[in-house]
T-cell receptor, first 116, second 116 residues
Framework: NAGVMQNPRHLVRRRGQEARLRCSPMKGHSHVYWYRQLPEEGLKFMVYLQKENIIDESGMPKERFSAEFPKEGPSILRIQQVVRGDSAAYFC??????????????FGPGTRLTVL | AQTVTQSQPEMSVQEAETVTLSCTYDTSENNYYLFWYKQPPSRQMILVIRQEAYKQQNATENRFSVNFQKAAKSFSLKISDSQLGDTAMYFCAFMRTQGGSEKLVFGKGTKLTVNP
């Protein structure tokens, strides 16, 4: 059973470009979470999605950031017009069916975004 | 809002000895979940142990155990017979189970070094 897959593992962008980060959840998991980790910090929640629905985006910056989890294919975190402050590690996690059950979230290896 | 505090930025321990990492949290919820995740130099987030707040019995996983004190809002991790492979960042995390979102709130982490 493959774990959570994220690609690319490393992404370099120049200021003003767009960054697209992909996440494929574990088989059988229909809930995806995105977290951001700045250097020397813990992970900070960004967004929680189910298939075709955004459940909680309270941690997403209001501008330039968007996320989707289509019916088919991976979840995508998109950052438009990147700035140096967007440089961080972005982690995706998945769980099978939270529904108030406190399901464990399983993490992917992360995408390290560097903005030049 | 929930907060998680890890008061020890760095700790070290000799191989085969025991070490305890501290974690406190703040919440007004009665039902919730607590987690310890390990992040080795590879930066992969790995689940170490999980505790349901409604269970009085402390969770254990092989060499890892917790001391969960609900009234004191304390959730420390004990690692017995420390091994070199335990060297990593350790993050304590809180998950609420109400409101439809099961996001994790992380502490800033404790960097553990196991010395030979």
């Amino acid at each position: 059973n493959a774990g959570v897959m994220q690609n690319p593992r490393h992404l370099v962008r120049r200021r003003g470009q767009e960054a697209r980060l992909r996440c494929s959840p574990m088989k059988g998991h229909s809930h995806v979470y995105w977290y951001r980790q700045l250097p020397e910090e813990g992970l900070k929640f960004m967004v929680y999605l189910q298939k075709e629905n955004i459940i909680d985006e309270s941690g997403m910056p209001k501008e330039r950031f968007s996320a989707e989890f289509p019916k088919e294919g991976p979840s995508i975190l998109r950052i438009q017009q990147v700035v140096r402050g967007d440089s961080a590690a972005y982690f995706c996690a998945s769980s099978p069916n939270p529904a108030g059950g406190g399901d464990t979230q399983y993490f992917g290896p992360g995408t390290r975004l560097t903005v030049l | 809002a929930q907060t998680v505090t890890q008061s020890q930025p760095e700790m070290s321990v000799q191989e085969a000895e025991t070490v305890t990492l501290s974690c406190t949290y703040d919440t007004s919820e009665n039902n919730y979940y607590l987690f310890w995740y390990k992040q080795p130099p590879s930066r992969q987030m790995i689940l170490v142990i999980r505790q349901e707040a409604y269970k009085q019995q402390n969770a254990t996983e092989n060499r890892f155990s917790v001391n969960f004190q609900k009234a004191a809002k304390s959730f420390s991790l004990k690692i017995s017979d420390s091994q070199l492979g335990d060297t990593a960042m350790y993050f304590c995390a809180f998950m609420r189970t109400q409101g439809g979102s099961e996001k994790l709130v992380f502490g800033k982490g404790t960097k553990l070094t196991v010395n030979p």
